[in-house]
Nanobody, 125 residues
Framework: QVQLVESGGGLVQPGGSLRLSCAAS????????MGWYRQAPGKQRELVAG???????NYADSVKGRFTVSRDNAKNTVVLQMSSLKPEDTAVYYC???????????????????WGQGTQVTVSS
């Protein structure tokens, strides 16, 4: 059974920084793409940043130059470093990991997205 556990988040003043982390636990799986979404009150969930297994990244235009996504493949962990935070960054942040589980005989299942529990980020003075 694979589970994702998020850490980080909280309350920060505008211009401040926060670091979110998300680790997958369990056995018999491998992770392809990882990343972060966020959902603000009354808005749809949106992609914040993604990173492939090879390290290629993509970002929402609203966070480019301020947020950095990284990963540790050995630890099945994805990190979102957020700086120069703005009030409009306030949202619940969800990590995801596209995971393939071992099905035996050297084969893995197609990837399936797993989600973290969500962590609140509030940017306010």
């Amino acid at each position: 059974q694979v589970q994702l556990v998020e850490s980080g988040g909280g309350l920060v003043q505008p211009g401040g920084s926060l670091r979110l982390s998300c680790a997958a636990s369990g056995s018999g799986f491998r992770v392809n793409a990882m990343g972060w979404y966020r959902q603000a009150p009354g808005k749809q969930r949106e992609l914040v940043a993604g990173i492939t297994r090879g390290g290629s990244t993509n970002y929402a235009d609203s966070v480019k130059g301020r947020f950095t996504v990284s990963r540790d493949n050995a630890k099945n962990t994805v990190v979102l470093q957020m700086s120069s935070l703005k009030p409009e960054d306030t949202a619940v942040y969800y990590c995801y990991q596209d995971i393939a589980t071992y099905s035996g005989g050297g084969y893995y299942t197609p990837t399936h997205p797993y989600w973290g529990q969500g962590t609140q980020v509030t940017v306010s003075s």
